[in-house]
């Protein structure tokens, strides 16, 4: 369970208990990248829905998404944190544009410095395990070859 | 459908504040009443308050009733409290004037009030971040100055606006702020230098370039025509409002370096209005930073697309210039009380209107302005038209 009081705890809880998407947490888990479509007007969605906000059909079904992408826009951040990142001061966030899909997320982007990031450079989905055992994802520039 | 007219405003001192969510809203009714002619509590029958955030930043809810108490109104017809994080206030004279122009009410003042400054500012910048949609976006980092980089990052490498345009924008609104004593920065002098050498927020924004956390609050009296001059000699009209939202979710937006929101409430409100962005005098817009000022000039049609740096540049939106922009401060001098923002910039009509503001950032013979507000991720943008004469 969390540790953090929900008014402060920025990440969603995610057990079946408490939301009728504990799949696409339990697939993060599984290490698949997932959303909803609708089945009726095939529309995509983000964040992954129980309803189609296109319309309004309840036939959805979970698709796997590309886990690679590119930096489309980017930032850092350097001040004014909130709380429960004030650790964190230089993590570089950004638009990220998933490969031959017509979406963009944003995310946290792991493994970055802001002065080595530009637009266009790509990205790899990286899901992760917090303390309490809720999982979540961001994204990270892939590790640097070894030298030849 | 009735006329509506603003007849009296007033704001309290903007700022870092030694002074309680309550205490502000006394300040912002006591401003209001002063500067109303005959204005009696017994005379307002409707009371809409602009409050965006007291639940998180003075553990605050029910916030209207508190408010009528802390005013000595008993109002009859309409009592609400409108949330629409940035553009609180705005909105909220936007309920009033929906009220007043159906028949609904008849006299109705409108508060605008955040409290922002408290003991833990990590704190306060955890609930900023619940604007945007928490679980998704919120998690991740999403706060403002990440977004707003980003869409200035967009806006330089797609149109090449730099940062020195972005800085002159700073630089024009503290200008002006100093000629009003109630901004924030009423007494601080911001040269291009300093901006540009400021402490980087999330890059490419610089403290500079970014509106501050103020405690303030604003009120102003809407009335029909019936009654507009009870109050006034010189009553300001409501022409026109609109108001348009397009996503939520930041995966859903549709540009990050054009706000089409904006050009679709835009193109309503001079629909409504029966003008052309040519017409309009002055325009209050929201400034939370620099970038969201160029941006603004482009989709409210005051210049073309992609030629917003050009325009502050060449001075186009400095006093004397095609249109004055922000002679209030904006939100960079004033600061940005989030509910009261939109009040303090109709307070600013009122005043420009009735030639009450100093010379140095009186925009004479004005007879049609606007205000603007975002809220969020520039996803709702909210517009109100306003004229000298009926």
């Known amino acids: ?148 | 459908m009735r006329k509506v007219a603003v007849v009296a405003g007033g704001v309290s001192t903007w700022g870092v504040r030694s002074a309680t969510w309550g205490e502000l809203v006394q300040e912002a009714g006591n401003a209001l009443f002063s500067s109303a002619r005959s204005l009696g509590a017994k005379d307002v029958d409707s009371l809409f308050v602009g409050a965006a955030q007291p639940e998180r930043f003075a553990f605050q809810s029910h916030v209207a009733p508190m408010t009528a108490e802390l005013l000595g109104l008993h109002p009859w017809k309409v009592l609400r409290r409108n949330e629409l994080a940035c553009a609180s206030g705005q909105a909220a004279i936007q309920d009033a004037y929906a009220a007043i122009a159906s028949g609904l009410s008849d006299v109705a003042v409108v508060l605008g009030v955040e409290k922002m400054n408290i003991p833990s500012m990590a704190e306060a910048t955890t609930s900023m971040a619940n604007v945007l949609d928490r679980a998704w976006d919120g998690v991740q980092g999403g706060t403002a100055p990440p977004f707003f980089a980003m869409a200035a990052q967009r806006h330089m490498h797609e149109y090449g606006t730099t940062a020195e345009q972005m800085a002159l924008v700073s630089v024009k609104n503290h200008k002006f702020a100093n000629t009003n004593p109630k901004s924030q920065f009423y007494s601080k002098t911001f040269t291009k230098e300093k901006i540009l050498s400021s402490p980087m927020v999330s890059p490419p924004l610089r403290l500079g370039d970014c509106s501050s956390m103020t405690d303030g609050s604003g009120a102003v009296l809407l009335v029909s025509e019936e009654k507009a001059r009870t109050y006034t000699d010189t009553p300001v009209w409501i022409s026109a409002t609109a108001q348009y939202t397009d996503f939520h979710n930041l995966a859903n937006m549709p540009s990050l370096s054009s706000w089409t929101g904006l050009k679709k409430a835009a193109s309503e409100l001079y629909q409504k209005g029966g003008i052309d962005p040519t017409d309009i005098d002055f325009a209050e817009v929201h400034d939370c930073f620099t970038i969201s000022e160029i941006i603004e000039y482009e989709e409210l049609g005051f210049c073309k697309k992609g030629q917003g740096g050009k325009f502050i540049q060449e001075g186009q939106s400095d006093l004397g210039g095609k249109v004055t922009v922000n002679p209030r401060g904006g939100l960079l001098g004033c600061g940005h009380p989030l509910g009261a923002t939109g009040i303090g910039q109709a307070v600013e009509v009122l005043e420009q209107f009735q030639s009450k503001v100093p010379a140095a950032r009186h925009v004479k013979d004005a007879e049609v302005a606007l205000t603007h507000n975002l809220s969020g991720s520039a996803n709702v943008h909210t517009l109100t038209l306003y004229r000298r004469e009926n």
């Not at chain 1, 998407?21 to 992954?48: A, M």
């Not at chain 1, 309840?58 to 690679?68: F, Q, V």
């Not at chain 1, 570089?92 to 970055?112: C, H, Q, T, Y």
């Open chain 1, 1 to 148: 369970m969390p540790q953090t009081p929900s008014l402060l705890d920025f990440y969603p809880l995610e057990d079946e208990k408490s939301t009728r998407i504990s799949k696409f947490f339990d697939n993060v888990r599984q290490g698949h990248f997932t959303t909803t479509r609708c089945t009726k007007d095939q529309s995509v969605h983000w964040p992954p829905r129980v309803v189609c906000p296109q319309c309004h059909g309840e036939a959805l079904e979970w698709i796997e998404l590309p886990k690679k992408g590119r930096l489309f826009a980017f930032s850092a951040l350097l001040l004014g944190l909130p709380m429960g990142m004030e650790g964190e001061a230089g993590a570089v966030v950004g638009m990220v544009e998933l490969d031959g899909w017509p979406i963009k997320i944003f995310s946290r982007i792991a493994n970055a410095k802001y002065e080595d990031c530009h637009i266009g450079d790509a990205v790899e989905w990286d899901p992760y395990t917090l303390a309490d055992g809720r999982v979540f994802f961001r994204f990270r520039k892939p590790a640097a070859p070894p030298p030849a």
